[in-house]
């Protein structure tokens, strides 16, 4: 049927693909988990709605819903496991080679958290959680392939956060050298995680197409494909319980955590950073935390904006709120009592935080507006009996996720052993690759393996050559995303790019400078401690107006079109930004409804190279959590069929969603980055959730005692169904 059609040109099945020996999508172990066998076309059986079986390639995209038709599948229906609870039971296997739908587990203990808890005075327990929720970038994925059949050569342009990890996907599952693709990304309308790591079909079947049938393949995701494949986000639950002493100080952590998956793959780690994150900030001395990760019928989970770190800071700072409420005690002053390490450099910088935001006045006022609203002394315009609510929340970057101090605490001797295998994997994360060169015209290149996708590297990584080299910063192009032209790279994702990728630029500006202060040394006699490098000539270093040759004398000297440097820099960890968050929001009981009247940020980003920049990563990581506190969720029904597949079912934050963000810098310069600056990225976001859940919670106690939404998202219908709840 297809093959009659004049828009046809080729088809492929996941048999097609073994008879092939196309290998199977590439994993990532980054942590010790059971390998989900699947290729990019199901092979026998699907396990998720969207899961691709076919791949047709036709002349008009306008002719692909027709061909779609033609297509035949036949389907024998097996049972569905739609939800963590149905996984638990294990009656079906998503995979029939596991024992058990548990891809991963770990478990941290030290002190005996269960026999504090049975003795201590104050006791709290709490079940909370984050939806399931999707990235939704502007730009869905997208790939062109076109292959060159005389070099034998994959021409390869993707939607991709890491070309060089694109390419080592397509290598390993295509089973060719990794030479043989030249990956370019070019400017992409945002990734959020879900453009990371994740190998996808698509552009493992554009190569395949393309060599096939000698011509250009591309093809672009519609919404609803990237609602139903893309990789997903949080979906993380866990069971808390807190205890203080009579002092209000934590004495035990007692946590039962479990994520749907979905059908797993090297990329569901989550929970790992999650775990590394609720641990963080606080001085906790007994600690008894178990993590389940269970495979379910839905699309993978991978890295969301703050990938597991918004689900840490979610469950420990909305556990601090309810035990600060139950002993009374104000929620700033209980976190500041509990901060370990009080006289260490990076508790002292949390502290700073919390008494920058106590000092501003923002917090004194935000309780005060609350208390007179909810007297009636304050006024809605629109009317209605609104409810009025403060939250705070508090972010320890000095976590260091991937430092070998984190990772090791608590280790069973199973995981030592597979942290050993997986520690190249690592130090790629904290290394980057930066190559910066100069012509004999005094324009400087930057190569960076970081990928910019919106967040203003270009402009960043030039403010930096041009610092390092005394160079107009108008002389200086970036250049990325490119394998021809940066061999080597990680890519932009975990808040890494300005610590790791800056700092690359800075040591390759660094030994860029020295080599030529060098050769201008020995060629004019002179001592190099006399020389300085400005604006693309030596000149004298007391008298910097004084030029005694320049650059281009160098270049033809040595007999070279340009001078360049090389840096493969790699830090001992990687570290993210710290902050504290202050929300006030006005709660319509009635509706169900919130708005944020009020939104402050105490932000340590370490170094800011550009204010502007980081300010609107802030702001945008600020607005993604208001999206997940208040409305984002993906539901599906008992077959795991996707409900909330278009922008019509699945809402994200509007300008009219979207408060003013006051921000106040309290940077401290990251020692471990030679350019002195912490991961920002996705800081807004990691504390947002907090901030926003604890407000509504303030507010929704004040309209009925003992009313409180844990789950996030805190929709509507949650909070009219919390306020009627007759069980508490």
Not at 147 to 153: E, L, R, S, T, V
Request: aromatic share 6%.
């Amino acid at each position: 049927k297809l093959k009659s059609s004049p828009d046809f040109i080729a088809a492929l099945t996941g048999e097609d693909l073994v008879a092939k020996g196309v290998g199977k999508l590439r994993d990532m172990p980054i942590l010790p988990h059971k390998p989900a066998d699947r290729y990019q076309l199901a092979v026998g059986k699907t396990r998720f709605v969207g899961e691709a079986v076919a791949a047709i390639l036709v002349r008009r995209k306008n002719a692909v819903e027709d061909l779609i038709e033609k297509v035949e599948v036949e389907y024998e229906v097996l049972p569905a496991v739609s939800s963590i609870e149905e996984s638990k039971k294990g009656g079906v296997l998503i995979y029939e080679d596991w024992d058990n739908n548990i891809p991963s587990s770990q478990t941290k203990k030290r002190g005996d958290a269960e026999s504090v808890i049975a003795t201590e005075p104050h006791v709290i327990s709490a079940w909370e959680g984050i939806a399931r929720q999707e990235a939704v970038p502007m730009e869905p994925r997208s790939v062109l392939v076109e292959y060159d059949k005389a070099a034998d050569i994959y021409e390869v342009y993707a939607t991709t956060q890491s070309v060089h990890f694109l390419r080592q996907n397509l290598s390993s599952e295509l089973k060719i050298p990794e030479s043989k693709f030249h990956v370019k990304v070019m400017d992409m309308g945002g990734g959020f995680g879900s453009k990371g790591g994740h190998s996808y079909p698509e552009p493992v079947l554009a190569c395949l197409l393309s060599k096939l049938t000698g011509i250009p393949v591309k093809w672009t995701a519609t919404r609803s494909e990237e609602f139903v494949e893309s990789a997903a986000g949080r979906d993380e639950y866990c069971d808390v319980t807190l205890a203080c002493d009579k002092n209000g100080r934590i004495v035990a952590l007692k946590g039962r955590m479990e994520c749907d998956v979905g059908v797993s793959d090297g990329m569901s780690f989550m929970s790992f950073a999650t775990v590394a994150y609720m641990l963080g900030t606080y001085e906790i001395p007994n600690l008894d935390m178990n993590v389940q990760s269970y495979a379910t019928n839905k699309m993978p989970v991978g890295p969301l904006r703050g990938a597991g770190r918004p689900e840490g800071v979610y469950f420990i700072e909305r556990a601090m709120d309810i035990m600060a409420k139950k002993i009374g005690m104000d929620p700033l002053e209980f976190r500041r009592l509990n901060i370990a390490n009080p006289e260490s450099p990076d508790s002292l910088g949390y502290l700073n935080l919390l008494d920058t935001l106590m000092e501003s006045g923002h917090y004194k006022e935000a309780l005060r507006w609350r208390d007179e609203f909810n007297s009636g002394n304050v006024k809605e315009k629109d009317g209605g009996k609104l409810t009025a609510g403060v939250g705070i929340s508090l972010l320890g970057g000095s976590a260091e996720l991937f430092s070998m101090r984190t990772i090791l605490r608590g280790m069973s001797l199973r995981g030592f052993v597979g942290l050993i295998r997986m520690l190249p994997r690592f130090r790629s994360f904290m290394s980057e690759y930066g190559r910066v060169a100069i012509n004999k015209n005094g324009e400087v290149y930057v190569y960076t393996g970081s990928s910019s996708h919106g967040q203003g590297h270009e402009t960043a990584f030039a403010q930096l050559a041009s610092e390092e080299l005394g160079v107009p910063i108008d002389k200086v192009k970036v250049v990325w995303g490119d394998t021809d032209q940066v061999p080597r790279g990680v890519g932009t994702f975990g808040s890494r790019s300005g610590a790791a990728g800056g700092s690359a630029v800075v040591d390759a500006s660094r030994r860029l400078k020295s080599d030529i202060l060098k050769s201008a040394s020995k060629m004019l006699g002179m001592g190099r401690s006399s020389l300085d490098f400005r604006n693309g000539n030596i000149v004298e270093a007391n008298h910097p107006h004084k030029i005694l040759i320049e650059v281009r004398d160098i270049l033809e000297k040595r007999g070279r079109a340009e001078l360049s440097a090389t840096s493969k820099y790699t830090s001992r960890s990687a570290r993210d930004a710290s902050a504290a968050h202050l929300c006030a929001v006005t709660l319509d009981p009635e509706l169900g409804s919130v708005k944020i009247v009020k939104y402050v940020v105490i932000q340590d980003s370490g170094r800011i190279i550009n204010k502007t920049i980081v300010e609107g990563q802030l702001h945008g990581g600020v607005v993604h959590a208001i999206g997940g506190s208040l409305f984002e969720k993906l539901v599906y029904d008992d077959q795991g069929n996707l409900l909330t597949g278009t922008m019509m079912d699945y809402n994200i934050p509007s300008a009219l969603d979207s408060p003013n963000i006051e921000i106040i810098h309290k940077g401290t310069p990251y020692t471990a980055a030679l350019n002195g600056v912490k991961g920002v990225g996705e800081s807004g976001t990691m504390a947002g959730y907090a901030a926003v859940m604890n407000a509504i919670n303030d507010a929704l106690d004040r309209v009925r005692p003992g009313a409180h939404i844990d789950l996030a998202p805190a929709t509507p219908d949650a909070i009219i169904a919390a306020i009627a709840d007759d069980s508490r």
